[in-house]
């Protein structure tokens, strides 16, 4: 089962909002990644999570703040969003051991920031 | 620097046509290449990767990739599209880095059009 799976689905959040992302897996991966895609582009790495500690931030502003609870669960928590935020976020896990590793990607929460 | 080139923003096909969308990449090392497709509305599905051995490598729903070391290539392929392919396909590379093996070089992406 490659299956990642992210709640919500979508999300419309004010500027002032305080709001989270969840993502979970049960593949018994230890690496586990934030994108974030606008429509029709590539996804654009955020956080790179490995054996639970922050081992990638792509120089991210700090209004996205991730945290990962446990080997299976990765928060990205929101606060004081722009408009230019709005995206597609991906969640995505692999093995982390090797090069050949897979990301496994989760179906995405849709943010709209007003 | 690592990169990843897909060459068309657009390829039109028609239904039961073969299909082929390209990739080329720049690499330091040994590449390791993937193909991701992304419907509609939707996350990113692993399709298949080359790592070492055989230059075609077969994966999901139907559709191969030919890695060609000399040609710098990676060209993903179907012999008979679907009008159920039309979707965004994605060409990625390990970047090398040190420290930064977890991270993919992205292509700008590949719209696939099949038309019945």
């Known amino acids: 089962d490659t299956e990642v799976t992210q709640t919500p689905k979508h999300l419309v959040m004010g500027m002032t909002n305080k709001k989270s992302l969840k993502c979970e897996q049960h593949?018994?991966?230890?690496?586990m990644y934030w994108y974030k895609q606008k429509a029709k582009k590539p996804p654009e790495l955020m956080f790179v999570y490995s054996y639970e500690k922050l081992s990638i931030n792509e120089s991210v502003p700090s209004r996205f703040s991730p945290e990962c609870p446990n080997s299976s669960l990765l928060n990205l928590h929101l606060h004081a969003l722009q408009p230019e935020d709005s995206a597609l976020y991906l969640c995505?896990?692999?093995?982390?051991?090797?090069?050949?590793?897979?990301?496994?990607f989760g179906p995405g929460t849709r943010l709209l920031v007003l | 620097a690592q990169s990843v080139a897909q060459p068309e923003d657009q390829v039109n096909v028609a239904e039961g046509n073969p299909l082929t969308v390209k990739c080329t990449y720049s690499?330091?090392?040994?590449?390791?290449l993937f193909w991701y497709v992304q419907y509609p509305n939707r996350g990113l599905q692993f399709l298949l990767k080359?790592?070492?051995?055989d230059n075609l490598v077969k994966g999901s729903y139907g559709f191969e990739a030919e890695f060609n070391k000399s040609q710098t290539s990676f060209h993903l392929k179907k012999p008979s599209a679907l009008v159920s392919d039309s979707a965004l396909y994605f060409c990625?590379?390990?970047?090398?880095?040190?420290?930064?093996?977890?991270?993919?070089?992205w292509g700008l992406g590949t719209s696939l059009a099949v038309n019945p």
């Open positions: 593949m018994g991966h230890r690496a």
């Open positions: 990625a590379v390990r970047d090398y880095n040190a420290g930064n093996n977890r991270k993919l070089i």
């Open positions: 995505a896990s692999s093995q982390d051991n090797s090069l050949q590793e897979t990301q496994y």
């Open positions: 690499v330091s090392g040994n590449p390791y």
């Open positions: 080359y790592i070492t051995g």
